[in-house]
């Protein structure tokens, strides 16, 4: 810059940006990125310096991203950018530097299709400028395969790692610290696909590197040490990944400070370890005291966020806050899909996490959506030798054989209540039977008694009377036949065949076997309403007779009693469907009641089970059909019950 042109600024610019590489070298950065901004402010706003003022604002973009505060280093970059690209002689090389270093700090925002966008635009500037094999070309190859190792693109991550190493390599000699970040970048995606031990080589020659050219104590090498400590968990040593972790930590903190940004990936880390552990409380420590206290370069939408969060579910899940837990997880999972995408190996994760809570809580149905969606994710993007792809088939077996139990007892507790059930209506029929039982044997009684009498006093006429005696009798016997008969085969009938039955004889034929005498002896009308055109329905008689015993009597109990005793039976046909209705004259169901007037064992009678309505629509819905309650216009309860049209066939030959 020529200082005849500073005017009177000069010397206080010269002051200042003394000041800011002083700043710079004792590595207090925020100071010398404010340094470097004060400077291009003092910069004269015209063409010649335009240039010199993208730079500045360049180097305190620079500045801030070494303090952890991205947002202005992001804004300082974009301004500095804003500046070259308006210029009319453009210094290409410095634009390609600033586009690779915003491509950086958006990464670090978790930003990662941006930070895509200005690394591919880095990369056409330097490979033209350059040529594809200068370092300069193969960092932002390098920095590319990142942003595809967040975005979840392993394979095209390791493929453009393995070509920019191939080329470290020839031209170092495998000795530099491009060469170590490659191989700390391949060692974090080989984490992530699950291959520990080839993850485990590539970051020990990472830290070897760092360590001879940086000494032990560098950022650089704490990054090493952190995901060697990653990999040392995934397999199982404990102790040696948490010495790893809090020496990574410590180094640092000790650099950085203790509220730098970036140590929000060693807290997590550490304490998904200690919650493994199950020391819930060290766990804590780490996740929730500190994870949150970057919000001024971290905000709560950024993808380490995410993993605090997830981790703080599973913590709680531990600890059995079951609310608590999804809470963070779901959280956790927004986060996830609006930054990675839903397709993220990370997002699967998520779920699969959520799907266990689930599991957990008994919401199967819930469960199973999750390890489904999760199962879809995780195939697509992990080798199904991958650990998570192993869990989340661990899981989805267990969830099957859970749901394969569940589904046994509830048969088996049904075919129990059914039995139980079963039962009460047999002994209401026994008891329906007895009343009807006695008219034929009153009459064949009658008759016997009647010709006793005519013998004893030589009135009986054996050639004229003897033989319509007995077609009484035996036409009584027939009909005693006929209602056993029937009790038997209710009581031993297949509730599985299902055949065309018309409602109208079958619903006849019940009430003539068990309860015309039952309505006489209470004085009980019974109103039938028969459809005209046969109701055919495709179902099981004797399950329907179920529902009839199960309606009929609870109509009988509820108007035997009162003033009016009135029961309507009614048989319908629509397009459709066809069915009955049963309606009475009794108090109906009251509000309270009606939630909870199928559920099984709730009863109102004191004698009953309370399982006769709950049986009625699992019969009802097993035959494909339905039951409503309807308050009737006889002022009592009503049952409508829906069952499936026999459909006509047309057979041609």
Request: aromatic share 8%.
């Amino acid at each position: 810059m020529k200082a005849n042109n500073l005017h009177k600024n000069q010397r206080l610019y010269n002051k200042v940006i003394k000041k800011a590489k002083n700043k710079e070298k004792k590595g207090f950065y925020k100071g010398a990125a404010l340094a470097y901004i004060d400077a291009s402010r003092l910069i004269p706003q015209t063409q010649e310096y335009l240039e010199e003022k993208a730079f500045h604002l360049a180097k305190a973009g620079c500045n801030f991203d070494e303090s952890g505060d991205y947002n202005h280093a992001k804004k300082a970059y974009k301004e500095s950018l804003h500046i070259m690209e308006n210029l009319p002689s453009k210094n290409l090389l410095l634009i390609s530097n600033t586009l690779n270093n915003l491509g950086v700090v958006l990464g670090n925002l978790g930003d990662y299709d941006e930070s895509d966008k200005y690394y591919n635009q880095a990369l056409m500037i330097r490979e033209k400028l350059l040529g594809t094999k200068h370092p300069d070309t193969l960092q932002t190859l390098n920095n590319l395969s990142v942003t595809d190792y967040y975005k979840g693109n392993y394979d095209k991550s390791i493929s453009s790692a393995l070509s920019v190493l191939k080329e470290q390599q020839k031209k170092f000699n495998g000795d530099s610290l491009e060469t170590s970040l490659t191989l700390y970048n391949l060692g974090n995606t080989y984490f992530a696909l699950g291959q520990y031990k080839t993850a485990l080589e590539y970051t020990e020659n990472s830290l070897l590197i760092r360590k001879r050219l940086l000494g032990p104590k560098d950022v650089l090498v704490s990054e090493s040490l952190s995901i060697k400590g990653n990999i040392l968990f995934a397999i199982g040593n404990i102790n040696l990944a948490i010495e790893c972790q809090k020496e990574a930590l410590a180094i640092k903190e000790n650099l950085l400070g203790h509220d730098h940004p970036s140590l929000v990936s060693y807290l997590n880390t550490l304490g998904g370890i200690y919650q493994s552990q199950n020391k819930l409380e060290e766990s804590i420590t780490f996740l929730s005291a500190r994870s949150f206290d970057f919000k001024n370069n971290f905000n709560n939408e950024h993808p380490h966020a995410a993993v605090s969060l997830m981790n703080l579910g599973t913590l709680y899940k531990a600890k059995n806050e079951l609310k608590k837990s999804e809470e963070y997880y779901q959280q956790a999972l927004k986060i996830q899909k609006n930054k990675l995408g839903s397709d993220h190996p990370y997002t699967g994760m998520l779920l699969n996490n959520l799907g266990e809570l689930a599991f957990i809580k008994g919401n199967n149905n819930d469960a199973e959506q999750y390890f489904a969606s999760a199962r879809k994710i995780l195939s697509k993007s992990l080798q199904p030798s991958h650990p998570y792809n192993k869990e989340i088939e661990k899981n989805y077996e267990n969830l099957q054989n859970k749901v394969a139990h569940l589904e046994r007892e509830k048969l088996e507790k049904r075919a129990a209540l059914h039995k139980s059930e079963r039962l009460v209506y047999l002994g209401q029929m026994a008891t329906m039977m007895a009343h009807n039982i006695n008219n034929p044997i009153g009459i064949i009684r009658m008759i016997a008694s009647g010709a006793l009498g005519d013998l004893n006093d030589n009135l009986f006429n054996p050639e004229t009377e003897l033989k319509p005696l007995l077609e009484k009798i035996v036409l009584q016997t027939e009909r005693l036949s006929v209602m056993m008969s029937n009790f038997r085969k209710f009581s031993r009938g297949d509730r599985k065949q299902l055949v065309s039955i018309n409602l109208n004889d079958l619903i006849e034929d019940i009430y003539q076997l068990l309860f015309v005498a039952p309505y006489q002896i209470d004085h009980i009308i019974t109103i039938k309403q028969f459809s005209k055109a046969p109701p055919l329905t495709h179902s099981n008689e004797f399950a329907i007779q179920e529902m009839l015993i199960s309606l009929l009597s609870n109509a009988r109990e509820a108007v035997k009693d009162k003033p009016i005793k009135k029961i309507v039976i009614q048989t319908w046909q629509q397009k459709d469907s066809v069915g009955f209705n049963i309606e009475d004259s009794g108090s109906g169901i009251s509000k309270e009641q009606l939630p909870q007037l199928f559920t099984p064992f709730l009863s109102s009678k004191s004698e009953g089970m309370g399982l006769g309505l709950y049986f009625c629509r699992e019969i009802a819905k097993d035959l494909g059909g339905t039951i409503e309650y309807y308050s009737a216009n006889l002022g009592g309860a009503g049952f409508k019950i829906t069952l499936p049209i026999e459909q006509e066939t047309n057979d041609e030959l």
